[in-house]
């Protein structure tokens, strides 16, 4: 089992093709599912995948277009159908509410669980969830309306414990929780026994950055600086640049750039526009900047 | 080019599966096409039938459970980022306008065509749509909130003129179409040759009807009498009758049935319920009592 598990449910944009689907990425991180925005047919890729819904309690979308939420009444109906009972949170832009609320009320009656709503400011750049091991917080980014980037990542873990050492000072094992947080030993005759002598530094800390929609911006290097996953929209190619500026998206080439100058490890592009038929353009041109780029396609699974 | 071809876009029911999307079938006549229902996804399922939209001008909700209209936005939302200017008209219960109207005011802004609302009384039996060549009536159906069946036929269609005969008689082009109607036809000299010796019968006209959702309900036989072509949705196997008379569809064996009491020339059943994997015992049931029946599929298209 891999710490973090990306897969994207679609990596089309508004339009959808024969073989990509409307915004919808699926991410695994300590035994939690989230999804990130929900654009038409996400439950049927879903279904498509084999993609488990029974650790799914927070859904973020990024911002109110279309193709990044039509598909959340049919899915919190089917939740519904099957018989689901947990609190599902969806975090997003405060106007959402209103607008699926009524139908919700009208469709899904007699839902099995309830739907949180938990509304986030855009223009910030707060924790919008945390719990022992991992938090996400929001950044904005600049579209045609309101819309963030998500920044998820795991929280410090726990440094290793040296068996040996620890068996060489006999540590009590009432004070191991407390040693593997750094503490020091005291032995029973009062020597202090330094944490980095009964540890090893802990496994790197993994981190995912979500950017779609928006124009290229280099306001958001500090919140994806160093990431060890970044996803970019790359909607267009450079030479259709004033397509993207006019529609506030970005192209290969601006991605790739950015992956560079936040010294990111990996850049995934997609929400590739439904006039290429061929990626492999969108692909080359980030690669040229950025090498470690991958395309995302639906069904594909990215580990870490 | 038959005179009228029906493809299916999704089989399923309220819970898609990998092979059957959510309800939606598009019928074309006379080189128009109707939307009848549309469930989640149908603007994929037409991207991946390759299915033109530049003469859909009218969608058919049979009613407001979601697998029947949740693809709604989605597919207007496409077809303006497409360019469309005709006006849209959606024929359904009332209580679609208030329900769409939000999210199409909020997710469509400055959509380049109209989308008219088209609410009909769905205890009624009336003509909801007509033009020179056809007419589109409802009739009641029974299920867990108002439903309704459509009855879509060919008007009679002209007299075949016999050329031989209108030679023979020096007929002059301009009486040709009182003719083609019916009328007889006087000669110079006050003869009066009757129609029948100039024409001969017109083509059959053609009769789809489509039922979905619906408790097996002999009230129907009436409006679907010899139809050509009965769409009647088929949840359940008859051994889950109880389920079915619980959700308030039909089984296999009911549809079948009322097929053969209707004396209709072809059944198609669907709507499966996504329990059932294999739908060969379903066909092989609805088939015991009226051969003449298939099994409707994504993407499969039937001519008349």
């Known amino acids: ?134 938090e996400v917080s929001v950044f904005p980014l600049k579209h045609s309306l309101p819309s963030s980037g998500f920044l998820i990542k795991e929280k410090e873990k726990e440094r290793h414990i040296i068996p040996e050492k620890v068996k060489f000072y006999q540590v009590p094992v009432k004070e191991i929780p407390l040693i593997k947080q750094g503490a020091d030993y005291i032995t029973a005759e009062g020597e202090i026994i330094p944490n980095n002598h009964l540890t090893s530094d802990p496994s790197p800390s993994k981190s995912f950055a979500y950017c779609s929609d928006t124009i290229y911006d280099e306001k958001i290097l500090p919140y994806i600086e160093g990431v060890d996953l970044l996803y970019h929209e790359a909607t267009f190619l450079h030479e259709h640049l004033a397509k993207a500026k006019s529609t506030m998206h970005t192209t290969a080439l601006q991605a790739a750039t950015l992956a560079q100058k936040a010294h990111v490890h990996r850049l995934l592009i997609g929400h590739f526009s439904a006039r290429y038929d061929d990626l492999s353009p969108l692909l080359k041109e980030a690669q040229s900047v950025f090498p470690e780029t991958s395309i995302v396609k639906d069904g594909t699974i990215f580990d870490l």
Chains 1, 2 share one sequence.
């Open 1 to 134: 089992m891999t710490d973090l598990r990306l897969q994207i449910l679609g990596s089309g944009s508004a339009m959808p093709t024969k073989s990509r689907n409307q915004v919808a990425q699926v991410l695994s991180l300590h035994n939690k599912t989230f999804l990130i925005d929900c654009g038409e047919a996400t439950q049927v890729q879903m279904v498509r995948f084999a993609v488990s819904t029974s650790r799914l309690n927070h859904i973020f979308i990024s911002h109110l277009h279309g193709d990044h939420c039509f598909g959340l009444i049919g899915l919190i109906s089917t939740l519904g159908m099957r018989g689901r009972t947990a609190d599902l949170y969806i975090h997003s832009h405060p106007a959402l509410e209103p607008l699926l609320s009524p139908a919700l009320n009208f469709f899904c009656r007699d839902l099995p669980f309830k739907v949180i709503f938990q509304p986030y400011d855009h223009t910030s750049t707060e924790v919008i969830f945390e719990d022992r091991s991992m």
